[in-house]
Each structure stands twice: as structure tokens, then as C-alpha cells.
């Protein structure tokens, strides 16, 4: 019987030979990044040789942050919104818009009171995407102000509205 490296398959003995291989580019180039380190940290001279080596030097040299103002954009336009468009009290000038009737737009599919945790779920009438609720938590122009066992009440700007688990119940 023979043993070591001539008693392996060829499929193990391939396997073995390209492990050594990316072991051995694995080790220079980690000699390489160890000694580009090296070198920036030796000197200002040395520094900016090393940059001009190093393809992120470069670019890490001139990274400047833009101003806040530029984002302005971005900040205004709602994330997670189809449209991404502003908020209609934005696009009205800063006038308190109405909000649309929830009744409309969403039905109360549940309702889960366990101790201090109560949440409600609501699903979208046409596109039956199910949101999760607690108190205080915004839904369409509309907060989340009561949970009650059968109902939950919705306010905005001094108009309320109540949605019912069971819609035919008065």
C-alpha cells in the first residue's frame, strides 16, 4: 500500500494544487498592502510616493463632503412613498391640508391588545398592503389616538375617524 501524496486521487491532488496557488497569491498580495501601509507611515515624502503607487490614495485625498444644502432634495421627498413626492402640506405652502377619509383608503383587519402592547393592523383597499399600528403612529395624514377591542380612532387636525373590525356593526 503507498501512501502521501501518490496515493491521493488526481481529483484530490488537483484540488491541493489550487488551494496552494490561491494560497500563494493570497500571501503576496498581502505582502503587497502590507507594504504600501509601511510606506505611508514613513514620512511625508514617502507618504506621497505611496499615493501616487496606490490607486485609492488619489481618490481619498480629494474626497471632500458637499454641503448639507445639497441633500436639501432628498431630505424633502419621502423615502419610502410610491411617488416621492413632498407631503401635501409642503406642495400647499405650508398650509394644514385635509387628509382624505381613511375609510376610503384602508379597513382594520385586526387588532391585538396584550397588556400596555395594542397594535392594530390595517390593509389598503386597493393594493392590500398590510401596515403595522401603534398609538401616536402616522398613516396617511392621520395618527393612531385610541385602540378599543372592536375599533381603532384616528385623528387629524381636530377631525377624528373610526375604523371597526366589524364594518356592518353600526
Same mark, same amino acid.
Given at each position: 500500500?503507498?501512501?502521501?501524496?501518490?496515493?491521493? =486521487? #488526481?481529483? =484530490?491532488?488537483?484540488?491541493?494544487?489550487?488551494?496552494?496557488?490561491?494560497? #500563494?497569491?493570497?500571501?503576496?498580495?498581502?505582502?503587497?498592502? $502590507?507594504?504600501?501601509?509601511?510606506?505611508? #507611515?514613513?514620512?511625508?515624502?514617502?507618504?506621497?510616493?505611496?499615493?501616487?503607487?496606490?490607486?485609492?490614495?488619489?481618490?481619498?485625498?480629494?474626497?471632500?463632503?458637499?454641503?448639507?444644502?445639497?441633500?436639501?432634495?432628498?431630505?424633502?421627498?419621502?423615502?419610502? =412613498?410610491?411617488?416621492?413626492?413632498?407631503?401635501?402640506?409642503?406642495?400647499?405652502?405650508?398650509?394644514?391640508?385635509?387628509?382624505?377619509?381613511?375609510?376610503?383608503?384602508?379597513?382594520?383587519?385586526?387588532?391585538?391588545?396584550?397588556?400596555?402592547?395594542?397594535?392594530?393592523?390595517?390593509? $389598503?383597499?386597493?393594493?392590500?398592503?398590510?401596515?403595522?399600528?401603534?398609538?401616536?403612529?402616522?398613516?396617511? $395624514?392621520?395618527?393612531?389616538?385610541?385602540?378599543?377591542?372592536?375599533?381603532?380612532?384616528?385623528?387629524?387636525?381636530?377631525?377624528?375617524?373610526?375604523?371597526?373590525?366589524?364594518?356592518?356593526?353600526?
Amino acid at each position: 500500500m503507498t501512501s502521501g501524496f501518490a496515493s491521493l =486521487s #488526481l481529483y =484530490s491532488r488537483t484540488m491541493l494544487g489550487v488551494c496552494a496557488a490561491m494560497l #500563494l497569491v493570497i500571501g503576496a498580495e498581502f505582502s503587497l498592502l $502590507g507594504t504600501g501601509a509601511d510606506a505611508s #507611515l514613513s514620512g511625508e515624502e514617502s507618504a506621497s510616493s505611496s499615493r501616487a503607487k496606490s490607486p485609492s490614495g488619489p481618490a481619498i485625498a480629494s474626497l471632500q463632503i458637499p454641503p448639507v444644502i445639497t441633500y436639501q432634495a432628498v431630505v424633502e421627498r419621502p423615502l419610502f =412613498s410610491d411617488s416621492r413626492r413632498p407631503p401635501a402640506q409642503a406642495a400647499q405652502g405650508g398650509q394644514a391640508a385635509q387628509a382624505p377619509q381613511l375609510g376610503a383608503k384602508w379597513r382594520l383587519t385586526g387588532i391585538v391588545m396584550a397588556g400596555d402592547n395594542s397594535f392594530v393592523h390595517v390593509q $389598503g383597499i386597493r393594493d392590500r398592503k398590510t401596515v403595522r399600528l401603534q398609538v401616536g403612529m402616522p398613516l396617511d $395624514g392621520w395618527q393612531v389616538e385610541e385602540i378599543a377591542p372592536d375599533q381603532v380612532t384616528f385623528t387629524s387636525g381636530g377631525r377624528s375617524e373610526t375604523l371597526r373590525i366589524y364594518e356592518n356593526e353600526p
